[in-house]
């Protein structure tokens, strides 16, 4: 058995009507999908906040690193050599420059340990930044060389 839709009366106000989407639904519809556009708006921008952070921190902790391990491969002699503060050029730590490098400041500080009488040095490398937003942000590592410790014991009787 088919389907057969009801025969309608000429003077049935059912009849005139077309089926087609109100004023009110329209204005509905568009108003849910604006706000569902305007929300992917923001989590989109959210995210590249948090790949923008997350990029710079990587990148911070890399050129730290790298630094620390270019320290650690100094006689004692070099290390007490080293300035009390210096701020290290980015482009030295990466063959090629990238935005990000510009973006970093990397500063080496150097002093004495008191209770050790200048026999131990602590490094620390602070890389600084401002994120996308505008906020600072800051890594750092501290390391302590002392003399006649692992690396610098290597250096003196390596030669002999």
Do not use: C
């Amino acid at each position: 058995m088919l389907f057969r839709p009801r025969s309608q009366a000429p003077g049935d106000p059912k009849a005139t009507r077309r089926g087609g989407f109100t004023l009110l639904e329209v204005l509905m519809a568009a108003s849910v999908l604006s706000m569902a556009l305007s929300s992917a708006i923001i989590v989109i921008q959210n995210g590249f906040r948090n790949l923008d952070t997350a990029r710079l921190g990587t990148t911070a902790s890399q050129m730290i690193q790298s630094e620390m391990e270019r320290i650690r491969l100094l006689n004692w002699e070099s290390v007490e050599a080293l300035p009390a503060s210096e701020e290290i050029d980015p482009a030295s730590f990466f063959t090629t420059s990238t935005i990000e490098t510009d973006r970093i400041t990397v500063i080496r500080s150097v002093s004495d340990v008191p209770s050790f009488g200048g026999e131990m040095k602590e490094i620390i490398v602070t890389a600084t930044w401002t994120t996308i937003n505008g906020h600072p942000a800051t890594r750092l590592f501290r390391m302590r060389y002392a003399r006649n410790g692992l690396f610098d014991y290597y250096y003196n009787h390596a030669q002999t």
